[in-house]
């Protein structure tokens, strides 16, 4: 018998996780135990594993007992033993279909057994577990926040609300376009090139994505309480501001960040982003070394994948690029949203490269795909392999020779076989 030892990360929280191990002969079932205690939930909804690492794939779906999910198999009947879980592997964990709170889970050790040790047990946690429902203004525990989160929380408020404030300075006032103008706006097909954000702007939220980083390297727990206390979901926050600091040519800031970023939240997410930028920024041999080590530590982070094919391609590497998105699209299971994503990127590979057919040919099975899968709840079909037909059985040899209806009995009655046992 072995230990399996797993980590769990909140998304609502990815600077917090716990360290559970248990034994392989407990369940999926015993996994979900063993989370609702680390992270203090109420085990009052459903829950579903998905070991393929994309939400809502039902070809490795495991749940909870009461339910109507088509295809998905019961987590209390999945031992650990019997499923494919290398270290390295990592998986989903959606508890609460409603709030989806979603959990990254990752294998990262196999150990003996220690005598006298009772499992499932936690054995390491960093940051306290955040609250399972958003906490409202008047709650005890809203003036329990730290002042300095307070201020962090009130500093980010204050830069979307500007950000909002530039979004609508430059929208175009209908009122002031004439009929022609209004007319050739809506003709146009294509989005004006979208204009970086002020200096002064990216100045102050760099400054505090470092005030927000530093405070999560000093005291795990920063991005819950963050984001209940703002609103603001810090690590897509932190993605946007990345992405817009890259449109402003300032790569080098939009690295460090991502590096101290990738330290103390979602290493995946922020190694993927800070690759794309270095592809972005020309800089070839570092991004191919990082994205190829994405490749190699998050083989089953599809995001990961998809962005390690990006980088190729906008290198130019398109054989490289062909080879990945190849390898993401076997690895889409029955998500249709998951496979429309790499087919519209694998099919835009193929049509620059001049291979038109073979991007055609890539887009009407995905489509056909797709409407098969309405039937499906949007799904595909499932791509597990069938059973082989089995065989006709083969046909019965007699061992002596048939007997005729007017021959004599072979019991020896001396009677005709039809009017003895052929009766």
């Not at 909140?10 to 999926?28: F, G, I, K, Q």
């Not at 309480?225 to 703002?230: D, E, G, V």
């Not at 998500?335 to 991007?359: I, N």
Request: aromatic residues 6%; hydrophobic residues 35%.
């Amino acid at each position: 018998m072995t230990v399996i030892r797993f980590e769990i990360v909140p998304s609502r929280a990815p600077d917090v996780s716990r360290t559970v191990e248990l034994l392989d002969a407990h369940t999926l079932g015993d996994l979900h135990f063993i989370v609702q205690d680390a992270f203090e939930l109420d085990n009052d909804h459903l829950y579903s594993f998905y070991l393929s690492n994309i939400e809502g794939d039902s070809s490795g779906e495991y749940t909870s007992g009461m339910t109507s999910r088509t295809r998905a198999r019961a987590a209390s009947d999945a031992t650990l033993s019997s499923l494919d879980l290398p270290v390295g592997k990592r998986f989903l964990y959606l508890f609460d279909f409603g709030d989806n709170l979603l959990h990254h889970i990752a294998v990262v050790a196999r150990v003996d057994v220690e005598p006298n040790a009772e499992y499932p047990r936690v054995v390491a946690q960093r940051g306290p577990a955040p609250a399972q429902y958003e906490p409202f203004d008047d709650d005890e525990d809203a003036d329990a926040v730290p002042e300095d989160l307070k201020s962090l929380a009130s500093k980010l408020v204050a830069l979307e609300r500007e950000l909002d404030a530039i979004d609508q300075k430059s929208l175009p006032d209908d009122d002031e376009l004439d009929d022609d103008e209004l007319e050739d706006e809506e003709l146009e097909d294509e989005e004006p090139p979208v204009e970086p954000l002020p200096p002064e702007w990216l100045n102050r939220a760099s400054a505090l994505a470092t005030e927000i980083l530093e405070r999560t390297e000093r005291e795990s727990g920063t991005f819950g309480p963050l984001r209940s206390r703002s609103g603001v979901d810090t690590t897509s926050w932190l993605q946007a501001l990345l992405a817009e600091l890259q449109r402003a040519n300032r790569t080098d800031d939009a690295i460090a960040i991502a590096s101290r970023a990738e330290r103390v939240a979602m290493p995946h997410l922020f190694r993927a982003e800070r690759a794309w930028m270095l592809a972005l920024a020309g800089r070839a041999e570092e991004a191919r070394a990082l994205f190829e080590a994405n490749l190699r530590d998050f083989p089953d982070e599809l995001d990961v994948v998809l962005g390690a094919g990006d980088c190729a391609a906008e290198l130019n590497d398109s054989a490289r690029a062909e080879a990945i998105y190849r390898d993401a699209l076997g690895r889409t299971g029955r998500s249709l949203r998951a496979r429309e994503d790499v087919t519209s990127r694998l099919a835009a590979l193929l049509e620059t490269a001049g291979r038109h057919d073979e991007a055609r040919a890539l887009e009407k099975e995905t489509d056909a795909i797709r409407y098969a899968a309405r039937k499906d709840g949007l799904r595909l079909p499932d791509p597990s392999p069938k059973p082989a037909p089995k065989a006709a059985p083969a046909p019965v040899k007699r061992s002596e020779p048939k007997v005729g209806r007017n021959d004599p009995c072979p019991c020896g009655s001396g009677k005709k076989y039809k009017k003895c046992h052929g009766a």
